[in-house]
Each structure stands twice: as C-alpha cells, then as structure tokens.
C-alpha cells in the first residue's frame, strides 16, 4: 500500500508534522512518499496511491476558510471524483488559534473530491503567529498526534 503526503511549509514545522504522520504509515508498514504542493501538481500521479495526506500552516486565509496558496492550488489541480476510493487525511499546524476550522474546512474539500475522509485530523501548535520567526518547535504530545493519525490511515485504508 502506498501513501502520498502534500504539505505546504515556511518555517518548516508542516513539514515536520508531514513527516510525524509518515513515520506512523510506515510504521504499519505503507510506503510514503512526501511532496511540497508547489510541485505536487507535475510530480506525483495520484492514481498509484491508495491514501492521500495533505497539510497546510494555517494562515487565516478567507477567514480560515482556505489553507495555504499552494495547498489550494494543489486541490484545485484535482478533478472532482480523483480522490473516489482513496482514504484521505488533513493536518494542520498554527501558532494557537483557526488550525480546527481550517481543519475542517480542508477535510470538506477532500470529501467533495470523493475522498474517504478520516476524522479527528491533528491540530499541531508550533510557530509564531503572524510571523515568519520559527518559533516553538511542536509539543511531543502533538508529535505523536501526528504519529497516530499515520496509523489510523493506514488502519482505515486496510479496511
Ligand atoms: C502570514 C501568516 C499568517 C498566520 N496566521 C496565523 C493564524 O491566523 N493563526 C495562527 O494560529 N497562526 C498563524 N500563523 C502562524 C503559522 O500558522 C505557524 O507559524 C505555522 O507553524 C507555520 O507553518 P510552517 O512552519 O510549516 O511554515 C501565521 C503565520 C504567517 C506567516
């Protein structure tokens, strides 16, 4: 079984948080491979992979309504019905607040694409608010949020 995980990141902690939930996959024995969106589009044929992660900072955009550009551009690269029978995941990382609206807002968006949409999608805090500064890396707790959410998709994906 295969995974694919597209994540936008800046300041690097979406992609730590991509690579939290790879490592739960690939603990439950899926193959992953991890994409930035920008060049998600030309890179991956999602057709090979049966589960699909994306993950995005959450920047406030359209009111927490849309997650970063490049994300957007990625999910708006997918034809409707693209995700059908794939099982499909949404992450997100914020400095302390709009991270579950996006979440949601996200996950809805996969599920009108046809995705099979695994729930309770982890909500990393780390970062800085409105800020390009790194800021604080993201608690252990939410790293093994991450962790686990790779192990649920792979469980859900299994059947
Ligand atoms: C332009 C901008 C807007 C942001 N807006 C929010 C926000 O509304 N709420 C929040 O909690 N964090 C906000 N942040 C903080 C980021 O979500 C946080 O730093 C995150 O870790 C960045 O992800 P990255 O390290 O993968 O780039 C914002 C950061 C930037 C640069």
Request: positive net charge.
């Amino acid at each position: 079984m295969k995974a694919l995980i597209v994540y936008h990141t800046k300041t690097g902690h979406t992609e730590q948080a991509a690579l939290d939930v790879a490592r739960g996959l690939e603990s439950c024995g899926v193959e992953c491979a991890a994409c930035a969106a920008a060049n998600a589009k030309a890179a991956a044929d999602i057709s090979e992979y049966e589960i699909l992660a994306v993950g995005s900072p959450t920047y406030g955009n359209r009111r927490y309504r849309l997650p970063a550009r490049q994300v957007s551009d990625f999910l708006d690269s997918l034809s409707s019905g693209k995700l059908e029978g794939k099982t499909c995941g949404v992450f997100t990382v914020n400095a302390g607040w709009g991270g579950e609206k996006l979440a949601g807002a996200m996950e809805r968006a996969l599920e009108v694409l046809g995705g099979h949409v695994v729930g309770k999608s982890p909500v990393v805090k780390a970062g800085a608010p409105l800020s390009l500064w790194k800021g604080p890396d993201a608690s252990p707790s939410d790293v093994s949020k991450c962790e686990e959410f790779g192990k649920k998709l792979a469980r859900v994906a299994n059947g």
